[in-house]
């Protein structure tokens, strides 16, 4: 069985500062790493993932993340936040050959001005 | 519509009644996905439907969970004798492929209040 645990719920970080948002996980087996985000009266989306390969997965909007198979860690960071990056982000797991993903608690960032 | 889409947004019930969640998947997606979210807790998976395979009902968390989907696309979600402790946001999801590596796209989900 999986498991992911984000150990902050919330945090605040005030426009233009660095953000890290923590995430690990346990698996017995090889597994494949999500970050999904829930906008304010939104569905959940896909941020980024990772499959194979590189160890640094980049999101459109700045975010990115690094697997580090040694620390079971999928970190999810941008170096400057925005107003517009208020959200919960979930951090996600799933066996390769799996189907069904196993979310995390989420993390409620908050970014004041 | 382009999205996944639920409905009702939002039913309160009484304890004991039976209540029935829908949704509608992106055109096309042959896997749909069943995901509960309640307070403070992450997304705890319930169900999971491949195209014309048997579903992976691993997740539901007892037998007054129920779920068809009809002709490859609309999904109902039931639950019988609504219990307090069912009071959660209930997701939809549904993905073009059946792999891991397809991205999940989800509604904006079902409120559920148990009075």
């Known amino acids: 069985a999986q498991s992911v645990t984000q150990l902050d719920s919330q945090v605040p970080v005030f426009e233009e500062a660095p953000v890290e948002l923590r995430c690990n996980y346990s698996?017995?087996?090889?597994?494949?790493l999500f970050w999904y985000v829930q906008y304010p009266n939104q569905g959940l989306q896909l941020l980024l993932k990772?499959?194979?390969?590189?160890?640094l997965v980049e999101s459109i909007n700045g975010f990115e993340a690094e697997f580090n198979k040694s620390q079971t860690s999928f970190h999810l960071r941008k170096p400057s936040v925005h107003i517009s990056d208020t959200a919960e982000y979930f951090c996600?797991?799933?066996?390769?050959?799996?189907?069904?993903?196993?979310f995390g608690s989420g993390t409620r960032l908050q970014v004041q001005p | 519509g382009a999205g996944v889409s639920q409905s009702p947004s939002n039913k309160v019930t009484e304890k004991g009644k039976d209540v029935e969640l829908r949704c509608d998947p992106i055109?096309?997606?042959?896997?749909l996905y069943w995901y509960r979210q309640s307070l403070g807790q992450g997304l705890e998976f319930l169900i999971y439907?491949?195209?014309?395979?048997?579903?992976?009902k691993s997740g539901l968390p007892s037998d007054r969970f129920s779920a068809e989907r009809t002709g490859g696309s609309v999904s109902t979600l039931t639950i019988q004798r609504t219990q307090q402790e069912d009071s959660a946001v209930y997701l939809c999801?549904?993905?073009?492929?059946?792999?891991?590596?397809?991205?999940?796209?989800f509604g904006e989900g079902s409120r559920l209040t148990v009075l």
């Open positions: 055109s096309g997606h042959t896997a």
């Open positions: 698996s017995s087996v090889s597994v494949y």
């Open positions: 439907f491949q195209g014309n395979s048997a579903p992976d």
């Open positions: 999801a549904s993905s073009l492929t059946s792999g891991t590596d397809g991205e999940l796209f």
């Open positions: 990772y499959l194979s390969g590189s160890t």
């Open positions: 996600a797991v799933t066996p390769r050959g799996r189907r069904a993903l196993t």
